[in-house]
């Protein structure tokens, strides 16, 4: 290993990084549309009147809550061992995430005040047209900078993805390391990126909670 930085490598190293760091968008972006339906799915479905929806409901959250994404992950590979492991790492961080957003999407829908749901019930709408019509337009609303904030965090935990051999940027910069004994400067590059690709969606984060009033 060399014991000076080399910026030559920098340069070498940055296309591969960027490469890898498509796959890191591509997982972050389907990951956290999983994550958003599925976690409003859930926030809807712990609200049904049946215990036999919510209690399996409850057990499925708390196991994939008590679980390390890590373990998830390795497990979901071994199980989906003929799937894509791009496809398989993309659903495990999309449901692990859901069980945090449905948590988001239930204090949004319990913000809503109780007055409209009184006015619909007053009027005789539908169950399926208040949740639609009333409801969840204001909880959405209500919760977009917090699931924004997840997205942020499931963007910098898509190098678990590295484990099923999901080559996204901290694949190629471990992988560019082993080959060229330049790990120092490969991960250093792969820490840029990531603050440069995270630090302005922060900040967005932040002002739409401004504008939003949060």
């Known amino acids: ?16 990084l960027l490469d890898g760091f498509k796959i890191t968008l591509l997982a972050t972006v389907l990951g956290t549309l999983v994550a958003a339906v599925l976690g409003l799915v859930i926030a809807v479905a712990g609200r049904a009147p049946s215990r036999l929806v919510t209690v399996p409901v409850r057990v499925v959250m708390e196991f994939i809550r008590s679980t390390p994404l890590l373990v998830q992950l390795v497990g979901a590979a071994a199980v989906f061992s003929t799937v894509e492991p791009l496809y398989v790492g993309i659903v495990v961080l999309g449901i692990h995430y859901a069980t945090y957003t449905s948590e988001v999407y239930r204090a949004g829908i319990d913000g809503v005040p109780k007055g409209q749901w009184e006015a619909c019930r007053a009027l005789s709408m539908s169950s399926r047209r208040t949740w639609q019509a009333v409801i969840l337009p204001q909880a959405v609303r209500n919760v977009l900078p917090a699931l924004g ?24 910069a471990r992988d560019y ?28 984060m932040r002002k739409l909670e401004k504008r939003l009033g949060h």
Not at 2 to 12: L, T
Not at 154 to 170: H, N, R
């Open 149 to 172: 904030n997840y997205a942020i965090s499931m963007f910098k935990e898509t190098p678990f993805l590295a484990v099923i051999t999901v080559q996204e940027m901290v694949f190629q």
């Open 177 to 204: 390391g082993t080959k060229h004994f330049e790990y120092t400067e490969a991960f250093t590059l792969a820490g840029l990126i990531f603050l440069v690709a995270s630090y302005p969606t922060s900040l967005l």
């Open 1 to 16: 290993m060399n014991q000076g930085f080399d910026w030559g490598a920098v340069g070498e190293a940055l296309p591969l």
